[in-house]
């Protein structure tokens, strides 16, 4: 699958984004779908994740009641929509699809099979 992200940008502590991640596949509803960023310096972390339906969500605690995933399954793109930003969430935010999505969703980078190019993040104090 390939996955390409887009929507980063410079903003303002506060201001918001919204990240785009369009995929290939013509399965992309079967494919549950995470979001990470790894900023300098540090490893990469999960954001968020959704399940092929949509039905099911999941946030890291970091994020929880500012970002918001969502996808549309007929355009194969999955989002995410951050508000509030804060200078702690500058990093190149990565796009991953899960193939073979378990009824958890899943949290760890390695068990992802296809990964977007990232796209930077930057919020300015």
């Known amino acids: 699958v390939q996955l390409q992200a887009s929507g980063g940008g410079l903003v303002q502590a506060g201001g918001s984004l919204r990240l785009s991640c369009a995929a290939s596949?013509?399965?992309?509803?079967?494919?549950?779908m995470g979001w990470f960023r790894q900023a300098p310096g540090k490893e990469r972390e999960f954001v968020a994740a959704i399940s092929g339906s949509g039905g099911r969500i999941y946030y890291a605690d970091s994020v929880k009641g500012r970002f918001t995933i969502s996808r549309d399954n007929a355009k194969n793109t999955v989002y995410l929509q951050m508000n509030s930003l804060e200078s702690e969430d500058t990093a190149v935010y990565y796009c991953?699809?899960?193939?073979?999505?378990?009824?958890?969703?899943?949290?760890?980078?390695?068990?992802?099979?296809?990964w977007g190019q990232g796209t930077q993040v930057t919020v300015s104090s």
């Open positions: 991953a699809a899960d193939r073979n999505p378990r009824l958890w969703l899943r949290v760890r980078d390695q068990e992802y099979d296809d």
């Open positions: 596949a013509r399965t992309f509803s079967s494919y549950a």
